[in-house]
């Protein structure tokens, strides 16, 4: 820092009796580019890069700093398009351009024609080397995020009363879910101190969960330079985080910001106002679906009543007086007598029609049954007589059997000396072997 001697002023500032020539401002400015053009350009310098943004028009603007200072930059779109990688805060590079003066506003800077990595700035190798720690242990992985709540019965935010970042969010939920209760747990946001508010805060709103009814956390802040997010690259913040009974949104800085606390988080929006968005569905959008779920019910329920009131009308059709059904009963019984009548006097008349001609033909069935029979009666007569042992006999035949009566068919069956009786046609006679021959 430079100090001002109060003797190199006159002791009347107020006489302009000699200071020569009165400068409109644009000349000044003109004239001081013009020195710095001659005295110092081209030249190269070395810091740390700060507040790097990159504008749609191509162009990037940035501050480059170092302990002792910090100077503005401007690098155009044919320069920025000759980089071979992506700067961003926290780096340390060399840059090449030419010393001016940002007329409109007074400023000094540099406007820069050529850049090139010269290693990693303090902050950045501590982001980086931190973020593979942290990461190594797991508090990073996917598998253990956690999915948003679909309709929160509250919103908890966690994040300075006086930022921007409290207002967008606070906006954009009374915009798409004012039904939505929002709790704010207040801390700083940057700082020296900040880190261990934000630790507190959420640690606070674990505590009274149960009494808020807080069942999603919102930890918010608008955007700004490494240094000024370095909070949120805390390592007890990020285990704190981690630690969350409820899913945590880290909406921190802009959509190119990152800090350990997005990787933490179970989800990460690009601005605190998406952050907001991501939490709370548009209650319009609630509205529309009950709207929908409505009118197919309604409709549903008007084709359930239609579809009964017309099989009411189809029952009540068919429902008849029982005056009407005692005589349709009636007529139905009449015919089922006249029915019945008919039909016994068909049968009454077929079996007389019957029994009159079995009068007829059963003298004539008889006849010839006997004489069939009769005559049956004669062939069996005829053939018993041709089996009658007496006419064999008759023939000169004879009947040879022994002393008890029991016949004699073969001569093996008989012994010399053995008696046996010969019947004949007109007697028998009682003989001996005397040497049976066998043929």
Same mark, same amino acid.
């Given at each position: 820092?430079?100090?001002?001697?109060? =003797?190199?002023?006159? @002791?009347? %500032?107020?006489?302009? =009796?000699?200071?020569?020539?009165?400068?409109? #401002?644009?000349?000044?400015?003109?004239?001081?580019?013009?020195?710095? @053009?001659?005295?110092?350009?081209?030249?190269?310098?070395?810091?740390?890069?700060?507040?790097?943004?990159?504008? %749609?028009?191509?162009?990037?603007?940035?501050?480059?700093?170092?302990?002792?200072?910090?100077?503005?930059?401007?690098?155009?779109?044919?320069?920025?398009?000759?980089?071979?990688?992506?700067?961003?805060?926290?780096?340390?590079?060399?840059?090449?351009?030419?010393?001016?003066?940002?007329?409109?506003?007074?400023?000094?800077?540099?406007? #820069?024609?050529?850049?090139?990595?010269?290693?990693?700035?303090?902050?950045?190798?501590?982001?980086? +080397?931190?973020?593979?720690?942290?990461?190594?242990?797991?508090?990073?992985?996917?598998?253990?995020?956690?999915?948003?709540?679909?309709?929160?019965?509250?919103?908890?935010?966690?994040? =300075?009363? /006086?930022?921007?970042?409290?207002?967008?969010? #606070?906006?954009?939920? +009374?915009?798409?879910?004012?039904? *939505?209760?929002? #709790?704010?747990?207040?801390?700083?946001?940057? $700082?020296?101190?900040?880190?261990?508010?934000?630790?507190?805060?959420?640690? +606070? &709103?674990?505590?009274?969960?149960?009494?808020?009814?807080?069942?999603?956390?919102?930890?918010?802040?608008? /955007? $700004?330079?490494? @240094?000024?997010?370095?909070?949120?690259?805390?390592?007890?913040?990020?285990?704190? *985080?981690? &630690?969350?009974?409820?899913?945590?949104?880290? $909406?921190?800085?802009? @959509?190119?910001?990152?800090?350990?606390?997005?990787?933490?988080?179970?989800?990460?929006?690009?601005?605190?106002?998406?952050?907001?968005?991501?939490?709370?569905?548009?209650?319009?959008?609630?509205?529309?679906?009950?709207? +929908? *779920?409505?009118?197919?019910?309604? =409709?549903?329920?008007?084709?359930?009543?239609?579809?009964?009131?017309?099989?009411?009308?189809?029952?009540?059709?068919?429902?008849?007086?029982?005056?009407?059904?005692?005589?349709?009963?009636?007529?139905?019984?009449?015919?089922?007598?006249?029915?019945?009548?008919?039909?016994?006097?068909?049968?009454?008349?077929?079996?007389?029609?019957?029994?009159?001609?079995?009068?007829?033909?059963?003298?004539?069935?008889?006849? %010839?049954?006997?004489?069939?029979?009769?005559?049956?009666?004669?062939?069996?007569?005829?053939?018993?007589?041709?089996?009658?042992?007496?006419?064999?006999?008759?023939?000169?035949?004879?009947?040879?059997?022994?002393?008890? /009566?029991?016949?004699?068919?073969?001569?093996?069956?008989?012994?010399?000396?053995?008696?046996?009786?010969?019947?004949?046609?007109?007697?028998?006679?009682?003989?001996?072997?005397?040497?049976?021959?066998?043929?």
């Amino acid at each position: 820092m430079s100090y001002i001697n109060p =003797s190199e002023f006159p @002791e009347d %500032a107020s006489d302009f =009796s000699g200071s020569g020539r009165v400068w409109p #401002v644009g000349s000044l400015l003109r004239a001081i580019a013009n020195s710095l @053009e001659a005295g110092f350009n081209p030249v190269a310098v070395q810091g740390e890069l700060s507040g790097f943004s990159r504008a %749609a028009s191509g162009h990037c603007y940035f501050s480059l700093k170092d302990a002792q200072g910090q100077i503005r930059c401007a690098m155009f779109r044919r320069a920025a398009s000759a980089l071979d990688f992506a700067p961003g805060d926290g780096q340390l590079v060399e840059l090449k351009g030419r010393l001016g003066v940002y007329e409109p506003r007074g400023e000094l800077q540099l406007v #820069v024609e050529a850049m090139r990595q010269a290693g990693q700035g303090t902050l950045f190798d501590q982001f980086l +080397q931190r973020k593979a720690r942290l990461e190594a242990e797991g508090l990073f992985d996917a598998a253990r995020k956690r999915p948003l709540p679909l309709l929160p019965a509250a919103i908890g935010v966690v994040t =300075s009363l /006086g930022a921007a970042a409290l207002h967008d969010v #606070v906006t954009a939920l +009374q915009r798409r879910a004012p039904h *939505i209760p929002v #709790v704010i747990y207040p801390a700083s946001v940057q $700082g020296a101190q900040a880190a261990g508010e934000l630790c507190q805060a959420l640690r +606070q &709103a674990y505590q009274r969960r149960d009494v808020d009814k807080v069942e999603v956390l919102l930890l918010v802040r608008g /955007g $700004g330079a490494m @240094e000024d997010l370095w909070a949120f690259n805390d390592e007890q913040l990020a285990r704190t *985080i981690a &630690a969350s009974p409820v899913p945590v949104v880290s $909406g921190v800085g802009h @959509e190119t910001d990152f800090t350990i606390a997005d990787f933490c988080a179970d989800v990460r929006a690009p601005t605190p106002t998406a952050a907001a968005e991501l939490c709370a569905q548009p209650q319009s959008s609630g509205l529309n679906a009950l709207a +929908q *779920i409505y009118a197919r019910l309604h =409709s549903g329920v008007e084709r359930q009543m239609q579809a009964h009131s017309q099989r009411l009308d189809w029952a009540a059709s068919r429902v008849i007086q029982p005056s009407h059904l005692v005589t349709r009963q009636q007529a139905r019984l009449a015919a089922l007598a006249q029915s019945l009548s008919h039909a016994m006097q068909s049968a009454l008349q077929q079996e007389t029609r019957r029994l009159a001609a079995f009068e007829t033909d059963f003298p004539k069935d008889v006849a %010839a049954s006997l004489q069939l029979r009769h005559q049956q009666l004669e062939r069996l007569q005829l053939r018993l007589e041709l089996l009658d042992p007496q006419l064999v006999l008759e023939r000169g035949y004879a009947w040879l059997a022994d002393m008890q /009566g029991r016949p004699i068919t073969a001569a093996k069956n008989t012994h010399v000396g053995q008696p046996v009786r010969a019947i004949l046609a007109d007697g028998q006679v009682d003989l001996t072997v005397s040497h049976p021959r066998l043929i």
